[in-house]
């Protein structure tokens, strides 16, 4: 078994491997899963939190992560993302991907892809505060944890993903 | 007995410190398996690509096997792993926005932070909407909170709880599931022409 | 060799053998550790009474004494549990999550215990100070003030006598109250004037 494919990317299934050992190994040192949206929220709520202090305390949601003297990023979640993005950079520089790019469809233009990547981000993190996570914290950390409510949110995730591919196959393929 | 950090009593920084050695792991086999490269992500959904599913569904049952068999010699006590709570509507409605969410944008959160610090421009737009998305979402929120913290079935529950089949048997369906999977993606990925 | 045909029947292999692990047997409550770092949440006798005259619905009362079911003085609203049956799921399963779990009984190591439990099954769980001690001595039984207690504590016993008779079946009225008051005014008056008028 080929430890890299020809195009250099490492064999899934023994990156999956890997994965699975550091989500592993993050519940056996922390009793934490993985996960990614939190932290974006979390800088979220320190931006508004520097910019309107009230506003935060009076949003019932807002104030949890950072209403009064709370410190959104004084959380576990925030070290890990902050290790995801050194970690990538290690990889990406280890398999000569570090390049400045903009992946598209061959069908497609660069300028439509952008637009598209902000609004495909957009609707993501909205569907991410509602679910209460990512696919990092919800498919992996959710998902090895057999959590019912995440394996539902995994099935509804991949539905309209699989099923409206078909009008978006411009753009990808 | 783990988790460690509630038998060790770390300070702090060590368990921040420990935080960042393992989302270098994660951040590495993420960017290692091709997640950065959105066209690469979204393929799967073409079923020219399988990668996001052998590699997602390889992590989901190491980490579940590795939890169950810790479990059942007493190596870990599961009672102190957060398991995320199960909020059904929530959950349903966020899932399918996610899921559009990712055929559009051809990013997550994980994926999209692993594409940026590759230099990838479409990953950067990504996470910037996704910030405004949260933003935007949080300014809503308050005026769905009662649905938004409905239809709570549990705060920890699990599948072998809620229909009462021991964790065991769970897992060796879910192994069975994801083995049917890797075949169904080595099968539709020969079809496809996708050359390794 | 075909190294992922070895790599689904080796997966296949560990899920037969993941079949075959029997549930753990559900801890009994003698040996039940309590983390020490998780804190506890209380609520006071009075506050638990209050609750219950305002008709609040948003908790769960779970009561531990052994003969909860049949004692003459009971809580009402409450559930009777038997202590050493908290861990078997037919009785933590039912309880609601969304409400809080308070917990009373007549020793303060269960109510502990049993709190610690109900918090690890990711219940919001919280236990009546001094148990069902207090209730009785604060709640039952209010202390009555003496004939030199201010207003302000003679309106709250007052209080409390409504609330107590009320829980006890015996109406809303604090009768026997009004004949001791105007006594202690009395009382309170002659003193005054002993010590030299206002």
């Given at each position: 078994m080929k430890l890299f494919t020809k195009s250099n990317y490492m064999n899934p299934y023994i990156a999956g491997v890997g994965l699975g050992l550091v989500l592993l190994a993050a519940f056996y040192v922390s009793g934490n899963g993985l996960g990614a949206s939190g932290a974006m929220m979390r800088t979220v709520v320190i931006v508004e939190k520097v910019i309107s202090q009230a506003h935060v305390d009076s949003n019932i949601y807002l104030s949890k992560y950072g209403g009064g003297d709370k410190n959104p990023w004084d959380a576990w979640l925030v070290f890990q993302v902050i290790g995801v993005l050194v970690g990538g950079i290690i990889s990406g520089i280890f398999g000569g991907r570090m390049k400045v790019e903009i992946n598209h469809?061959?069908?497609?233009t660069k300028k439509r892809r952008l637009v598209f990547a902000f609004l495909g981000g957009g609707l993501f993190g909205a569907g991410a505060r509602i679910a209460r996570g990512c696919t990092s914290g919800i498919v992996l950390s959710g998902g090895a944890t057999l959590a019912l409510g995440s394996w539902v949110t995994m099935v509804c995730l991949f539905i309209p993903a699989f099923g409206l591919a078909y009008f978006f196959r411009k753009n990808w393929i | 007995m783990a988790p460690l950090v509630h038998n060790l009593g770390h300070s702090s920084h060590t368990d921040a410190f420990l935080a960042f050695l393992i989302g270098i792991g994660f951040g590495f086999f993420l960017e290692q398996g091709g997640f950065g490269n959105a066209v690469k992500l979204a393929k799967t959904f073409y079923f020219k690509d399988m990668t996001v599913l052998k590699v997602m569904f390889t992590a989901i049952i190491v980490a579940m096997t590795g939890l169950i068999f810790m479990d059942q010699f007493h190596m870990i006590d599961l009672s102190l792993i957060w398991i995320n709570p199960t909020y059904l509507w929530p959950g349903i409605v966020g899932g399918l926005i996610m899921g559009v969410g990712f055929i559009v944008g051809g990013y997550c959160p994980g994926t999209g932070i692993v594409g940026l610090v590759t230099l990838k421009v479409d990953a950067l737009f990504n996470i910037l909407g996704a910030l405004v998305g949260m933003a935007i979402t949080a300014e809503i929120i308050p005026f769905i909170y009662e649905w938004w913290t409905?239809?709570?079935?549990?705060?920890?529950?699990t599948i072998p709880e809620y229909f009462d089949i021991s964790p065991g048997i769970v897992g060796f369906l879910i192994i069975l599931i994801a083995l049917g999977l890797f075949v169904f993606s080595e099968v539709m990925e020969k079809r496809s022409g996708h050359k390794e | 060799m075909n190294y992922k045909v070895v790599g689904l029947v080796v997966f296949a292999l560990i899920g037969i053998l993941m079949a075959t692990f029997k549930t753990k047997v559900p801890i009994s409550m003698d040996t039940l550790k309590v983390d020490e770092s998780i804190k506890l949440d209380t609520i006071s006798a009075n506050a638990l009474s209050e609750m219950i005259i305002e008709n609040n619905l948003g908790y769960t009362l779970i009561d531990l004494r052994d003969d909860a079911s049949s004692a003459k003085l009971q809580v009402q609203g409450s559930i009777p549990m038997s202590y050493k049956n908290i861990v078997l799921k037919e009785n933590y399963g039912n309880?609601?999550?969304d409400k809080h779990i308070i917990v009373i009984a007549n020793s303060h190591s269960k109510m502990l215990k049993a709190t610690y439990f109900f918090k690890t099954k990711g219940l919001s769980a919280l236990y009546v100070e001094g148990g069902f001690k207090a209730w009785q001595t604060q709640v039952l039984n209010p202390k009555a003030p003496n004939e030199y207690a201010t207003d302000q504590e003679f309106l709250r016993y007052k209080y409390l006598i409504g609330i107590s008779n009320y829980l006890q079946g015996k109406?809303?009225?604090?009768?026997t109250v009004k004949l001791k008051r105007k006594r202690r005014v009395l009382k309170r008056v002659n003193k005054v004037e002993a010590d030299g008028g206002c």
């Open positions: 469809g061959p069908k497609i | 409905g239809s709570l079935i549990g705060k920890r529950i | 309880l609601l999550a109406g809303q009225g604090g009768g």
